[in-house]
T-cell receptor, first 116, second 114 residues
Framework: GAVVSQHPSWVICKSGTSVKIECRSLDFQATTMFWYRQFPKQSLMLMATSNEGSKATYEQGVEKDKFLINHASLTLSTLTVTSAHPEDSSFYIC????????????FGDGTRLSIL | AQSVAQPEDQVNVAEGNPLTVKCTYSVSGNPYLFWYVQYPNRGLQFLLKYITGDNLVKGSYGFEAEFNKSQTSFHLKKPSALVSDSALYFCAQYSGAGSYQLTFGKGTKLSVIP
């Protein structure tokens, strides 16, 4: 099946550090990628939708200057958490869409971000 | 806006017994429906989808789901539960309007008891 690779799996860093998370679709071209945040025992919260070659569309309440998204190619999107603080600690998950509604999104394995 | 409801936060079932995880969806055109499973500290894994055609959809790991248009439901089922099926299950629907964005249910935690 389709594979989406997300790195790193775990990040522990000091407050004020910027952290970059990569999401790659390994065996298909992803016209659209999504970034989610998940709090413990809760559903996924969509943060932004990323289309290759264009600016990301952020959901209401998500700071675009805080969470920088780049989708430079059809196989790679990155999320950079700038000047991270403890309240940014969370589980971040990306997904990639093959660009057809009859095809499912495929998810990365997530990144556990812990800000000290 | 689309909405997906999973009425049960948790479902407990004995190993070997049949399991059902419930999902209802909002109606808007042709629904594109999906089930995903999430294991601890992992992303979501695709189980199955309903796009069109037969109302009974078969997916991975022995799971199946029944699409019921009159009840706007898409319940996930498995004839015989395994302990390894214990996980968090999400029902999802495409948001529509040309978007590939998914609307998720809140998730149902399935616990299979040995």
């Amino acid at each position: 099946g389709a594979v989406v690779s997300q790195h790193p799996s775990w990040v522990i860093c000091k407050s004020g550090t910027s952290v970059k998370i990569e999401c790659r679709s390994l065996d298909f071209q992803a016209t659209t990628m999504f970034w989610y945040r998940q709090f413990p025992k809760q559903s996924l919260m969509l943060m932004a939708t990323s289309n290759e070659g264009s600016k990301a569309t952020y959901e209401q309440g998500v700071e675009k200057d805080k969470f920088l998204i780049n989708h430079a190619s059809l196989t790679l999107s990155t999320l950079t958490v700038t000047s991270a603080h403890p309240e940014d600690s969370s589980f971040y998950i990306c997904s990639a869409s093959p660009g057809a509604v009859n095809q499912p999104q495929h998810f990365g394995d997530g990144t556990r971000l812990s800000i000290l | 806006a689309q909405s997906v409801a999973q009425p049960e936060d948790q479902v407990n079932v004995a190993e070997g017994n049949p399991l059902t995880v419930k999902c209802t969806y909002s109606v808007s055109g042709n629904p594109y429906l999906f089930w995903y499973v999430q294991y601890p500290n992992r992303g979501l894994q695709f189980l199955l989808k309903y796009i069109t055609g037969d109302n009974l959809v078969k997916g991975s790991y022995g799971f199946e789901a029944e699409f019921n248009k009159s009840q706007t439901s898409f319940h996930l089922k498995k004839p015989s539960a395994l302990v390894s099926d214990s996980a968090l299950y999400f029902c999802a629907q495409y948001s529509g309007a040309g978007s590939y964005q998914l609307t998720f249910g809140k998730g149902t935690k399935l616990s299979v008891i040995p």
